[in-house]
């Protein structure tokens, strides 16, 4: 039996429409409604992806900057799509 804990999971309830996400840092963190589609499609993304754990890189680089630059956006629903 394999006792290692994930880096990252994105678990959801459809019938709810609630997200959540794990990090072997934070733990489960409940993630805003508006984002579920969003999360959703990462989900997918990730559980497709040749190399899931690149994207997880990517992205959490994607996110230090923000932060570094004053940008403290963190999700897709701050995202601008337009």
């Given at each position: 039996?394999m006792?290692?804990?994930?880096?990252?999971?994105?678990?959801?309830?459809?019938?709810?429409?609630?997200?959540?996400?794990?990090?072997?840092?934070?733990g489960?963190?409940?993630?805003?409604?508006?984002?579920?589609?969003?999360?959703?499609?990462?989900?997918?993304?990730?559980?497709?992806?040749?190399?899931?754990?690149?994207?997880?890189?990517?992205?959490?680089?994607?996110?230090?900057?923000?932060?570094e630059?004053?940008?403290?956006?963190?999700?897709?629903?701050?995202?601008?799509?337009?």
């Amino acid at each position: 039996m394999m006792n290692d804990v994930p880096e990252f999971a994105i678990f959801q309830n459809s019938r709810t429409r609630h997200t959540a996400i794990w990090t072997k840092e934070n733990g489960w963190e409940d993630a805003p409604n508006k984002d579920y589609e969003h999360l959703g499609l990462l989900a997918s993304m990730l559980r497709t992806a040749p190399d899931p754990n690149k994207i997880l890189i990517l992205l959490a680089k994607q996110i230090k900057e923000n932060k570094e630059n004053n940008n403290d956006s963190f999700g897709p629903s701050d995202w601008d799509l337009a």
